[in-house]
């Protein structure tokens, strides 16, 4: 289990006083995982909201409100660390550095049309933080990074089809890929954080490797063909290479790395859970957009 350490010194309470090691990892993790799914749930609802006050506060609101969200919950964040202290280790700035380029091109990358859709970024670079802690307590170091932020890239691709599903929004892949960027450029903040990270070492085996990398051509061979069937109903072609995930794991699973179990399940099921969609396409009444 990832701990925070905070010092005795705060309010004259220690860490086990104050109950911070006395809740459960699992039930951790779970709430954490069903914050991650209620936020995606949360974040497709949000653009009426998004538009009704992009009418009232004009456009440019939401060219500067993305940013200044984003550097004050990176600075606050900073500041609780520095206060409610983690780790005695230096921050990695590198790592914080490319994180926060990487968040400034998903803001760039939006629709200039539609400037409404900056907020992705801070929406996906904080559901990144949310996966890490639920994470946390089974993985650390790298691969703590890498599949914490798979996952929030999982969840915004979810995003995209349930905007499809919407009779108000609409599938795209540009906005698909700022959630990406957010969820990769969230994910490297935290890491050069240390936040919820002790850095055991970790070992990566060869099969975890050919499984993943299986898992990202499976997905792009759904995602990417879909944005054409627009208005039609999605053929289930497109998501047979996903379909074929489960049995590949099931079968190598044993020949998986052990320290990285939990990361590969937890990207798996996000992944895999995508068929679900051109499946809904065939029901009665439902359009895709």
């Known amino acids: 289990m990832a701990t925070i350490y905070l010092p005795a010194t705060i309010k004259g309470q220690s860490s086990e006083s104050m109950g911070i090691n006395n809740f459960s990892p699992r039930a951790?993790?779970?709430?954490?995982?069903?914050?991650?799914?209620?936020?995606?749930?949360?974040?497709?609802?949000?653009?009426?909201?998004?538009?009704?006050?992009?009418?009232?506060?004009?456009?440019?609101?939401?060219?500067?409100?993305?940013?200044?969200?984003?550097?004050?919950?990176?600075?606050?964040?900073?500041?609780?660390?520095?206060?409610?202290?983690?780790?005695?280790?230096?921050?990695?700035?590198?790592?914080?550095?490319?994180?926060?380029?990487?968040?400034?091109?998903?803001?760039?990358?939006?629709?200039?049309?539609?400037?409404?859709?900056?907020?992705?970024?801070?929406?996906?670079?904080?559901?990144?933080l949310v996966a890490r802690y639920a994470m946390s307590h089974f993985l650390d170091g790298l691969p703590l990074l890498f599949f914490s932020a798979c996952f929030g890239a999982l969840l915004g691709i979810h995003d995209e089809f349930l905007q499809g599903l919407h009779p108000a929004r609409t599938y795209g892949l540009r906005d698909m890929g700022v959630n990406m960027l957010g969820s990769f450029g969230g994910g490297l903040?935290?890491?050069?954080?240390?936040?919820?990270?002790?850095?055991?070492p970790s070992t990566v085996d060869r099969a975890d490797v050919y499984f993943l990398g299986w898992l990202l051509v499976a997905v792009l061979l759904l995602v990417w063909p879909v944005v054409y069937y627009r208005g039609l109903v999605i053929e289930i072609w497109v998501a047979l290479p996903l379909l074929a995930a489960p049995a590949y794991y099931f079968i190598y699973r044993e020949s998986f790395s052990k320290k990285l179990s939990h990361g590969i399940s937890a990207v798996t099921a996000a992944a895999v859970s995508l068929v679900i969609y051109p499946f809904l396409t065939k029901l009665p009444g439902v359009v895709f957009y």
Not at 189 to 200: A, M, P, T, V, Y
Request: hydrophobic share 55%; charged share 15%; net charge positive.
């Open 189 to 200: 903040i935290w890491h050069g954080l240390h936040l919820f990270s002790l850095e055991r």
């Open 28 to 128: 951790g993790a779970t709430a954490a995982y069903f914050l991650c799914l209620l936020l995606v749930l949360v974040y497709v609802n949000m653009f009426p909201i998004w538009k009704y006050l992009s009418t009232i506060l004009k456009d440019i609101f939401f060219v500067i409100l993305p940013p200044v969200i984003l550097g004050l919950f990176i600075g606050g964040v900073l500041w609780l660390r520095l206060k409610i202290r983690q780790t005695s280790r230096s921050l990695d700035k590198t790592s914080i550095g490319i994180g926060i380029l990487i968040c400034c091109i998903g803001l760039l990358s939006t629709d200039p049309d539609f400037p409404i859709k900056r907020v992705h970024v801070f929406e996906y670079a904080f559901l990144c």
